[in-house]
């Protein structure tokens, strides 16, 4: 089969991998269908984070070949939606809603695993990862959709439910990456009454407001601090949701939060949590890596539905074998969110 292969900073090919085949009676083998690149692929893309030399990608969908013996709940020719990682869903950690904690599971695309950027993936796990998705002949945009649920949606969904975002709230999404845009329609699908977008690009403010946001802030910094305090009377927003992880974004979320509330926070920190700053406001960090397979469901139901359409967050598109132009396109901003068609 053929799959990206990561070497370093700015530096991604495709080439040969040995076909995947079933190693535990618990694995399954999926052909990709759709697959993209995540905003924290682009960490390893710019050198920011670590990844080791191989596969890589963690959000795909596609289509189950093989199954091992012990797998049940899914099923050759399955349509399946894949989390971003494997988890059994049984051990102490999963129960308790952290899978990435899960004593069994792991990562796709680490390596060696077999990522989501390439041809097939053996799944481990698979009964308890994978989830089948129901019907047959789903539009292109309903697939788009789909895909976000491995990971973008939901990452945006736990940011809104970490900050505890309840019906009729205020919210303010700090961030107009595909995650920051997921948040602000997870954020509608909670109830929220008025969202604020931290977003100063036009096409993703326009994205923004499609998804349900009612204000738009330009600003950056102390600007935008001061820009949510003025629409919010001075108190602050009742959910801020930290969807970036750069040491100004989470410092914005840090003094936008009113006072007691919970700060939503999916952006991989990249600068320190200014704890001591929110702590005489009382207000709590809450969120990491989201539990996609817990979430998957729900959201399903939503897409399926037509409720929330989260796949309009792909605005460019390409192949396998222009990997590397789907990462240059987000890291030169000239794309939100990526999408790789894999060839039938
Ligand atoms: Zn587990």
Redesign the pocket.
């Known amino acids: 089969m053929r799959a990206a292969i990561f070497h370093g900073p700015g530096s991604i090919d495709v080439e040969d991998r040995p076909d995947p085949t079933i190693e535990q009676p618990t694995d399954a083998i999926v052909r990709v269908v759709l697959a993209c690149v995540c905003g924290s692929d682009l960490w390893y893309w710019r050198g920011v984070s670590s990844h080791a030399v191989g596969s890589i990608g963690h959000e795909f969908i596609g289509v189950v070949e093989a199954v091992g013996a012990d797998v049940t709940g899914v099923a050759t020719g399955d349509f399946v939606i894949a989390p971003f990682i494997f988890?059994?869903?049984?051990?102490p950690?999963?129960l308790n809603g952290s899978?990435l904690s899960?004593?069994?599971?792991g990562n796709f695309g680490n390596g060696e695993i077999d990522g989501g950027q390439g041809e097939l993936v053996r799944v481990p796990l698979a009964g308890s990862t994978l989830v089948p998705v129901p019907g047959s002949g789903h539009t292109d945009a309903m697939l788009k959709s789909l895909l976000t649920l491995s990971d973008v949606m939901a990452t945006g969904h736990h940011a809104a439910v970490s900050g505890g975002v309840a019906r009729g709230d205020t919210v303010a999404v700090v961030g107009d990456g595909a995650v920051g845009l997921s948040a602000v329609l997870a954020a509608r699908r909670l109830g929220a009454e008025r969202i604020i977008a931290l977003s100063r690009h036009p096409e993703r403010q326009k994205l923004a407001l499609e998804f349900g946001a009612t204000d738009l802030v330009e600003e950056r910094g102390e600007g935008a601090i001061q820009a949510v305090l003025e629409l919010t009377a001075g108190i602050g927003a009742d959910a801020a949701l930290e969807c970036v992880g750069t040491a100004e974004s989470i410092a914005t979320a840090g003094a936008i939060a009113r006072p007691g509330s919970t700060i939503g926070i999916v952006g991989v920190p990249h600068g320190e949590v200014p704890f001591a700053d929110t702590f005489f406001h009382n207000v709590g960090w809450s969120g990491g890596p989201a539990p996609a397979r817990i979430y998957i469901p729900d959201l399903l139901t939503d897409v399926l539905s037509g409720a929330i359409n989260p796949g309009l967050v792909f605005d460019y598109e390409t192949d396998l074998d222009h990997i590397a132009d789907a990462y240059e396109a987000m890291d030169q901003r000239r794309a939100i969110k990526s999408l790789i068609r894999m060839g039938s």
Not at 87 to 91: A, E, G, K, L, T
Not at 102 to 105: I, L, M
């Open positions: 988890s059994d869903m049984s051990c950690h999963c899978t899960c004593v069994q599971g």
